[in-house]
């Protein structure tokens, strides 16, 4: 596959380069080679995608919701054809094997088509009928313009996860990926063009985080969403407000899975698994802080060294491989350093730790017991394959240390007992809970933080609200009475 994109933007409709901006080696985490350049947006760049964005806009609210609607669905129709390109592509721009992409990257996105595609048509206001005869009507309006800044682990998702309700209520979106993965971006711009979406309703211009906030602070747009980290989140959210402008921050966790004495082992450790070691780790949601009931602990990290040892560590071109490299050199290192820190602090090293002896940049499946709250492995965000498991006795103190952090994105409960289940869904401080699994994410359901994970939801109806503003129309059916 060519994975050297035609040009590193894509505005208008069309490829655009300016090879004077900064070049951003695009590197294949399983070689190390680089495998395409592209250029970060220059101001003059910038500008044409804001420029193109907003000039789109009017007219792309004024179609019916039907006619978006279509053009949406028929660009996940797109996608769901080209799915397999589309997942090498996303292997190589973020290292995960393709045993993954094929199911959770293109596929994902053209859900996320599909359902504001669908949804575009049934998208109203309100009439509230007053005394006298008098009414209010509220009409469902556009924000406008609106930007999109990605994270590198879901390039493909998370372009569609804001691009696909953005569009749907009659916005228009410049969008810029991570700066470690550019390339899948430009494929969903490609294909949304070919779809029939007019020139300029979806731009994806390239770069670090100074284009991210060149973009943020324009005055002419409407809204801000990203998915990073709580520190960018913090500068985003602040610089937004700056001018007032709409967010949705998709940020960071530590989320907690508790595992009861009932609950069927199988299940636990299959959902501990999936929230540490999918994509190798790096996904916000991911149930990193593993509470075990204290009478099932040593069985649960029996059976959990045992499956950790059929995952298979490879080619991520290969269908069989399970456990791809992580996304760069750089964010190995960082997930290394808390690896030093939790056996420095006396957490217990049961599996992985170490690099294996091969290229790419992988990382052994890294599981912790006997961690303690306080341990930074258990208190801050690694985003890498790093699990910590402790150990609780009662349920009132398992809720108590599962909310006892800043973060709120993901939490989990896995036990037979129905009640209880409920019980910790209920009192979960987050935005996004699990009974018996973890981590999946239908573009059907709701999915956000609470507290430091951010603000705003994305996917479900509920994210048309953050993304269209209600006007109050009143309108008056008898004579207006004046004091004078
Ligand atoms: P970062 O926060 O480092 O970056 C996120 C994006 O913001 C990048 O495109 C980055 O550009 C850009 N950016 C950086 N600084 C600014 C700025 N001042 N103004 C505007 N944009 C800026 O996150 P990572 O890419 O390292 O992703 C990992 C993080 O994302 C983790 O914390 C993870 O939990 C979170 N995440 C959250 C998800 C969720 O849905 N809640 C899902 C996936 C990840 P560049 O990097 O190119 O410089």
Known sequence: MDTQPTASHFIDGAYVEDTTGTPIPVIYAYTGETIATVHAATPGIVEKAIASAKAAQAEWAALSGTERGRILRRAADIMRTRNHDLSVLETFDTGKPLSETIVADATSGADALEYFGGLAATLTGEHIQLG??????????????????????????????KAAPALA??????????????????????????????????NVVQGMGEVGAALTTD????????????????????????????????????????????????????????????????????GTRVFVQRGL?????????ERLGNAVMGDPMEMETTFGPMVSARQREIVEGFIAKGIEEGARLVHGGTRPDRDGFFLDPTVFADVTDEMSIARDE???PVMSVLTFDTEEEALRRANDTPFGLAASVFTKDLARAHRMA?????????????????????????????????????????????????VAMTPVEAPF
């Not at 004495?261 to 999936?274: H, M, P, R, S, Y």
């Not at 602990?297 to 060294?305: A, G, Q, S």
């Not at 987050?430 to 996917?459: D, Q, W």
Request: net charge negative; proline share 5%.
């Open 297 to 305: 602990v040593d069985r649960f990290l029996d059976r959990l060294t």
């Open 169 to 202: 209520c009659g916005n228009t979106m410049v969008f810029k990926p991570s700066e470690t993965t550019p390339l899948c971006a430009l494929k969903v711009a490609e294909i949304l063009i070919e779809a029939g979406a007019p020139p300029g309703v979806f």
């Open 426 to 474: 209920a009192g979960f401080q987050a935005g996004t809970c699990y009974i018996n699994t973890h981590n999946l994410s239908p573009v059907e359901a709701p999915f956000g933080g609470m507290k430091m994970s951010g603000v705003g939801r994305e996917n479900s109806k509920a994210a048309i609200e953050h993304y269209s503003q209600l006007k109050g129309v009143y």
């Open 219 to 286: 005055p002419r747009v409407a809204k801000v969403s990203l998915t990073g980290s709580v520190p960018t989140g913090q500068k985003v959210y602040a610089a937004a407000a700056e001018g007032l402008r709409h967010v949705t921050m998709e940020l960071g966790g530590k989320s907690p899975q508790v595992v009861f004495e009932d609950a069927d082992l199988d299940d636990a450790v299959g959902g501990a698994i999936l929230g540490n070691f999918y994509s190798s780790g790096q996904v916000c949601s991911n």
């Open 382 to 384: 690694i985003f890498g």
């Open 132 to 161: 006298g005869g008098d009414f209010v009507y509220a009409r469902r309006e556009a924000l406008g313009v609106c930007v999109g800044i990605g994270a590198w682990n879901y390039p493909t998702q998370i372009a569609c996860w």
